[in-house]
């Protein structure tokens, strides 16, 4: 602990020096009398001086949280030395708040008894967060010394982001080979009718199309579609973002990245994530619940760095995007790096949908005629980027502050079905 | 404002009390309540302790220019002085926040109990020295205690301002 007298002492010992000197002076006893009682504090203050032992520990009630839940917090004293006045404050990172209980606090801590300062926290926003650095501040009984500690006991909390509404996925355009949801164009094992053939041996009588079989006076058999699994990866562009208050563009992102890649794997899809920008990340496309945590902890780390170097796919790994992967790119288009990266994707052959993020809500136009013109242009600029991707035959869901994902996924759908039945 | 009513009380006793330079000593004291109240509002530290001096030095002026013995309220104004000093060091703490309730009745109770002290160890003090004469001997003493506190004070001040860690 660090000690320090505060400026109390000083201006105490004045008073008591000035009016003991006033008494002599002027020889008046009654200023001995007002000096005597800052003397003996001071006196006294400075001889009980010392730093009293504090445990403390800091208790979560769980490590993972969703954006928006309650989080308790408990501060634990320790039996210690006791003091008479302790302030604690629990340092919180901006996306963590108090709810409830009081932080900063002052308490007293009695020798030889525990004592527990409950706080509860809301979880504003989404983040990888260390919580338990705590400053601790003791003064004695006058307040003249002070004694602080910072005492580091973090502790490691996951906020993930809250799920996005979800209707319906995109199917993917082309499927892999193992079982899944989706109905492929091949035949194969699986449910959905696809065309009937003449028997050969070693079908299966069950598959036998007796209708068919009786009208043409030989074996027919029934033919289905395979049931597959698809390649998603989902493509975040963390070049730029538009930030407003407490809000940027690349908390929405995240939150619909988590919720499609949660409704991808339950239905047994391979997800991958490219995190794209100044810092790149990337998960390689795999199944299951374990893939949905390495993707949202990828997601937690996820953060805009800026940077002028010109990045294209070559530094993305060749596995991370598999060929006939359906990629979700989510995106503000705020930098043409991205745009230029993913419409390298569209030429390579990927099945490519744009979700773009649009940072209109979270920029303010200045006023001004000079300022009303840029912002139109900066508009129109991005209309022109927006037709680039609708030119090479990409769909682009505009995702506004005003809409929820689930209309922006289901314009997307709409174009991918025109554009199938426009190639028919 | 508790802190300034008590001031303002010594100051209104040291105005109603004298019957010379009423004026000089009401101004004095005025004064050092300004001072005060600004330090208060204002939230200066460094500005607290020359209300205090003002305050003092209005009642030294009144003490000075009283006729007759020792002043048997000087106890209570010296309780009061000390509480109000205490009362005006604690509003201007930087603390945005409510302490405990038991932390802040813990805190009332010491700052009463050492008023209370305060005014009962002086009138003692002063009812053990009122009826005697004075010698040069038992003078000189009291130059010397008043000294030796001083130093004490400014030794074991210098001693445990030295910033040390535990």
């Known amino acids: ?424 | 404002v508790a802190a300034l009513a008590l001031l303002g009380a010594v100051v209104a006793d040291s105005t109603v009390g004298g019957d010379r330079l009423v004026a000089a000593v009401a101004s004095i004291g005025v004064i050092g309540l300004s001072v005060t109240a600004l330090a208060l509002v204002g939230r200066w530290a460094t500005l607290l302790p020359w209300g205090f001096v003002g305050v003092g030095g209005s009642y030294a002026v009144f003490l000075s220019l009283r006729p007759g013995g020792v002043d048997a309220r000087a106890p209570a104004v010296a309780a009061a002085f000390f509480v109000a000093a205490e009362l005006s060091f604690w509003s201007i703490e930087r603390r945005s926040w409510r302490s405990e309730r038991e932390v802040t009745l813990r805190r009332l109770a010491l700052i009463a109990s050492a008023g209370i002290g305060t005014a009962i160890v002086g009138g003692l003090l002063l009812l053990l020295t009122s009826g005697r004469r004075i010698g040069i001997g038992q003078e000189a003493a009291g130059v010397a205690a008043a000294v030796l506190t001083l130093a004490v004070v400014a030794f074991l001040v210098r001693r445990s301002r030295d910033s040390a860690s535990a």
């Open chain 1, 1 to 424: 602990m660090t000690r320090s007298a505060l400026p109390k002492l000083g201006v105490y010992a004045g008073l008591a020096a000035l009016s003991l000197l006033a008494a002599l002076v002027l020889r008046l006893p009654e200023l001995v009398l007002l000096g005597a009682p800052f003397a003996l504090v001071a006196a006294i203050s400075a001889l009980q001086v010392h730093a009293s032992r504090i445990d403390v520990e800091v208790e979560l009630d769980r490590e993972r949280a969703l954006e928006g839940e309650l989080l308790d917090v408990c501060i634990r004293f320790g039996p210690g030395d006791g003091a008479e006045r302790v302030d604690v404050l629990l340092e919180l990172p901006p996306g963590l708040e108090v709810e409830e209980g009081t932080n900063p606090g002052t308490l007293r801590l009695v020798e030889g008894e525990e004592r527990l300062l409950p706080l509860r926290l809301r979880c504003t926003r989404w983040g990888a967060f260390r919580v338990g650095l705590i400053h601790l501040r003791t003064d004695d009984h006058f307040g003249l010394f002070r004694h602080e500690a910072v005492v580091d006991r973090r502790q490691p909390v996951k906020v993930y982001p809250t799920e996005e509404a979800v209707r319906t996925l995109l199917r993917p355009g082309e499927t892999q080979v193992f079982s899944g949801n989706h109905v492929a164009r091949q035949k194969g094992a699986g449910i959905e009718f696809a065309d009937i053939r003449q028997f050969v041996a070693g079908d299966r009588v069950r598959h036998v199309n007796w209708r068919a079989t009786a009208r043409r006076g030989e074996l027919w058999v029934n033919e289905q579609h395979a049931e597959r699994n698809a390649d998603v990866v989902i493509f975040l562009d963390v070049f730029a973002e538009a930030r407003h208050g407490g809000r940027s563009t690349l908390d929405p992102a995240l939150r619909a990245a988590a919720s499609l890649a949660a409704r991808y794997l339950r239905q047994r899809d391979q997800i991958g994530f490219v995190s794209f920008g100044g810092m790149l990340n990337w998960l390689l496309p795999a199944t299951g619940q374990r893939q949905l945590y390495r993707i949202v902890d990828a997601m937690l780390d996820t953060q805009i760095i800026l940077s002028y170097a010109w990045r294209d796919l070559v530094v993305v790994p060749r596995r991370t995007l598999p060929p006939q992967a359906l990629v979700l790119a989510l995106t503000p288009l705020l930098d043409d790096r991205a745009a230029s990266a993913l419409l390298d994707l569209r030429a390579r052959g990927f099945d490519l949908v744009v979700i773009e993020i649009s940072p209109l809500a979270y920029v303010v136009p200045k006023p001004g005629e000079v300022e009303d013109i840029a912002y139109r242009l900066w508009r129109l600029r991005r209309d022109a980027v927006r037709g680039r991707f609708e030119r090479a035959g990409v769909p682009v869901a505009v995702w506004t502050d005003d809409s929820s994902l689930a209309v922006a996924m289901e314009e997307v759908g709409a174009f991918r079905r025109q554009a199938r039945t426009a190639r028919v």
